[in-house]
């Protein structure tokens, strides 16, 4: 599988890929936390491929894959968040999936009522994953092998960004359903072809979601803020505006690059890629502007 302009400057197996800057580096890490169709062997789940594919953001890194050619930092899973999903809180858990005593607090939040905690319940509406109970053995070792691994490897690359620069620039790469399923907040309701959002100006100063805004308007596409997406877990915790540390997440609508039946990739997905390849170019020249 070699989808991206040069092989990846660190590989952490099973886990995660990370692209380093190619010539001068900027504070700008850019990561796709939901794009992995590996499925683990130990997921013994009983949907179809199909229905686990309604849950992967597929191509997303690869149609972020510019990132390191502006000179910022991509970061790519290599695991599926059907499997345990890094963009929500570890304690974010439902205990009803569990077998067995969870020695760590939890704080169960409105996705799990939706049966899309940091464990999934539920692929779609109505369809578990799971026939049975996961043992807090396997539930741990999801979160110490996969989950914990991917936020570290973020935390770096924006430590080592903010420790350079005094600043550093994050933004966490997603792709949505054209249109809200029953599980979403948003069910029924036509999506438009990008959200960006910062959890209503908790996770970076205006400045740099607007940067993306108009640079994605500006292209022709159709921009929310913050509805129905607010953002989630990577940005809430990689980001603190009053230190220096910004970080929006982006979703693209599917219906711009594939086919949501088949998962394969339409005649929209290279326009798509050369403006999201331009959105980089142009968001690294805010960065620039803001460490210059
Ligand atoms: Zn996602």
């Not at 890490?29 to 794009?35: E, F, G, L, R």
């Not at 704080?107 to 109970?133: A, C, F, S």
């Not at 570290?152 to 080592?160: E, L, S, T, Y």
């Amino acid at each position: 599988m070699n989808r991206h302009p040069s092989d990846p400057d660190h590989l952490v197996p099973g886990v995660l890929w990370r692209w380093d800057p190619v010539g001068a580096a900027i504070p700008l890490v850019v990561d796709s936390p939901h794009n992995s169709t590996d499925w683990p062997e130990d997921f013994d789940h009983i949907v179809t491929e199909a229905e686990l594919m309604t849950s992967v953001d597929a191509f997303v890194d690869e149609l972020f894959g510019h990132a390191p050619t502006v000179g910022a930092t991509l970061i790519a899973a290599q695991f599926p968040r059907a499997y345990i999903d890094p963009n929500r809180a570890e304690d974010d858990l439902d205990l009803a999936l569990i077998d067995g005593d969870w020695p760590l607090p939890v704080n169960p939040g409105e996705k799990t009522e939706y049966g899309m905690g940091v464990v999934r319940r539920y692929i779609l509406k109505g369809r578990p994953i799971y026939d049975r109970k996961l043992s807090v053995d396997e539930v741990m070792h999801r979160l110490e092998q996969y989950h914990r691994p991917y936020h570290a490897a973020v935390a770096d690359a924006i430590d080592r960004a903010h420790a350079t620069f005094g600043q550093a620039f994050h933004i966490d790469c997603h792709s949505m359903k054209p249109v809200g399923n029953a599980m979403n907040v948003d069910a029924g309701e036509p999506r438009p072809d990008m959200v960006l959002s910062n959890r209503e100006g908790e996770t970076c100063d205006a400045a740099f979601i607007d940067t993306a805004a108009d640079l994605l308007r500006d292209r022709g596409y159709r921009v929310a803020i913050n509805h129905p997406y607010k953002g989630a877990e990577l940005v809430a915790r990689h980001s603190d505006p009053a230190a220096g540390r910004h970080s929006l997440q982006i979703e693209l609508n599917r219906a711009l690059y594939m086919d949501t039946e088949s998962f394969e990739k339409t005649a929209g997905f290279d326009a798509l890629k050369t403006d999201l390849d331009g959105f980089l170019a142009g968001m690294a020249g805010f960065v620039r502007e803001q460490v210059g």
